[in-house]
C-alpha cells in the first residue's frame, strides 16, 4: 500500500472515529436532557396532592340551593363543582358509578349531615371534601358523619394496585417494542416483515395482559372486579404502546425510543392520577392526562374494580387511536431510509 492509500485510509478511520464520539455525545445530551425532564415533571406533579380543582361533589338539595351554595364555596377559590341530586339514594348511586367523588347529604331535621366519600381513589380527595364541608356543616350548627360507600380492596388499601398495574404494562410495551428493534433493526425491510413484527408485538401483549391480571387479580388478590375486562384492557394497553412506539421507531430510529419514553414516561406516568385523582394534580398534567394511555388505562382499571366499569368506554377508544397511529407508521415506514434512522443504526 503506498502512502497516499495510507493517509486516506487513515483519514477516513478518523473521521468515522470523530463521527462514532460525536454521535455517543449526541445520544448523552438526549439521556441528560430526559433525566433531567424526568426530575422536572415527576416532581412537579408527584410532590403532593394540590387543592382540589373542580373536584364534582354531588349536593342532595334543590338546584337553587345548590347554586346559592357553590356560589359561596366559589369564595375560596374553584375547589368544587357541586351537582344537585335528588335524594341520598342518588348521591350514593353517582359516587358508586364515579359520577362525582363525594356526595353532601344536609339533614333538613337532625344535628348530623352525612358526606358520601370514596377512598378507593386513595385518601386525598375524601379528606379534603372533609374539611370544606365540615366548614358547611357547622355553620348551620350541624355535626358532619363521613361515610366511605366504595372502599378499597383488601389488597389495595391506598388504591394504588391499578397504577402501578399500568406503570408494569406501559413500561412492558415500549420495552418489548424497543428489544425487537434493537435485535432486528428498528425499521422493518418491508410491510410484510412491518405486520409480522406487529404480529409478534400482539402475541406478547395477549399475554402481559393476561399474566399481569392473573397475577394481581388471583395470585396475589390485590384487585376485585371482572377479570377478563382488566385482561382486556391490559392486553389493548401493551399493544397500543408497543404498536406506537414501533412506529416511533420506524421512522426516527432511537430517538423514537426517546420520545416514547417521554411520552408514556416522563408525561405519562405523573399525569396518570395514580396517587391522587385528577383534580389534586397540577393543571398541566391534569389536562395531558386524559390523552395518554396511562391515564385511560388507570382509570379503566379502577372503573372495572371499583366503579361499574365506569370509564371503559373511553379507555378503549383512546388506545385504538395509539395503537392505530402505530400501525399506519410502522407499515409506511418499513423499507424505508432517513439520516435520522440511519444516525440511530450506525
Request: net charge positive.
Amino acid at each position: 500500500m503506498n502512502r497516499a492509500a495510507a493517509a486516506l485510509q487513515a483519514a477516513n478511520s478518523n473521521r468515522d472515529e470523530r463521527a462514532r464520539k460525536l454521535r455517543i455525545g449526541f445520544f448523552l445530551f438526549m439521556a441528560l436532557l430526559m433525566q433531567l425532564a424526568f426530575v422536572i415533571s415527576y416532581t412537579g406533579a408527584m410532590h403532593g396532592p394540590q387543592r382540589p380543582h373542580r373536584m364534582p361533589v354531588g349536593v342532595v338539595a334543590a338546584p337553587q340551593a345548590v347554586q346559592q351554595l357553590q356560589k359561596t364555596a366559589d369564595q375560596a377559590g374553584p375547589l368544587f363543582t357541586l351537582k344537585p341530586e335528588a335524594s341520598p339514594a342518588a348521591a350514593e348511586h353517582a359516587v358508586q358509578h364515579r359520577d362525582v367523588l363525594g356526595a353532601y347529604v344536609p339533614s333538613p331535621a337532625g344535628p348530623s349531615d352525612e358526606l358520601l366519600v370514596t377512598t378507593a381513589l386513595g385518601p386525598a380527595a375524601p379528606q379534603a371534601m372533609q374539611v370544606a364541608f365540615t366548614q358547611v356543616a357547622q355553620a348551620q350548627q350541624h355535626t358532619l358523619q363521613v361515610r366511605d360507600v366504595v372502599p378499597p380492596h383488601r389488597g389495595d388499601p391506598s388504591g394504588l394496585v391499578p397504577f402501578y398495574l399500568v406503570i408494569a404494562w406501559t413500561v412492558g410495551g415500549y420495552l418489548a417494542s424497543t428489544l425487537v428493534g434493537l435485535m432486528a433493526g428498528m425499521s422493518s425491510s418491508s410491510p410484510g416483515v412491518a405486520l409480522e413484527r406487529i404480529g409478534l408485538l400482539a402475541v406478547y401483549s395477549v399475554l402481559g395482559g393476561i399474566g399481569g391480571t392473573l397475577i394481581v387479580h388471583t395470585i396475589m388478590g390485590f384487585l376485585g372486579g371482572s377479570w377478563w375486562l382488566q385482561a382486556l384492557i391490559g392486553t389493548l394497553l401493551v399493544f397500543a404502546v408497543s404498536v406506537f412506539a414501533n412506529g416511533l421507531q420506524t421512522f426516527l430510529g432511537l430517538i423514537g425510543t426517546g420520545i416514547g419514553i417521554a411520552i408514556f414516561v416522563i408525561l405519562g406516568n405523573p399525569s396518570a392520577a395514580g396517587p391522587w385523582p385528577r383534580n389534586m394534580i397540577p393543571a398541566f398534567w391534569r389536562e395531558i392526562g386524559p390523552w395518554l394511555p396511562n391515564f385511560q388505562g388507570t382509570n379503566a382499571v379502577r372503573g372495572v374494580a371499583y366503579f361499574h366499569s365506569q370509564g371503559l368506554g373511553t379507555a378503549l377508544w383512546v388506545l385504538a387511536a395509539y395503537a392505530a397511529i402505530g400501525l399506519v407508521l410502522s407499515v409506511a415506514g418499513a423499507g424505508r431510509d432517513n439520516a435520522v434512522l440511519r444516525m440511530s443504526e450506525h
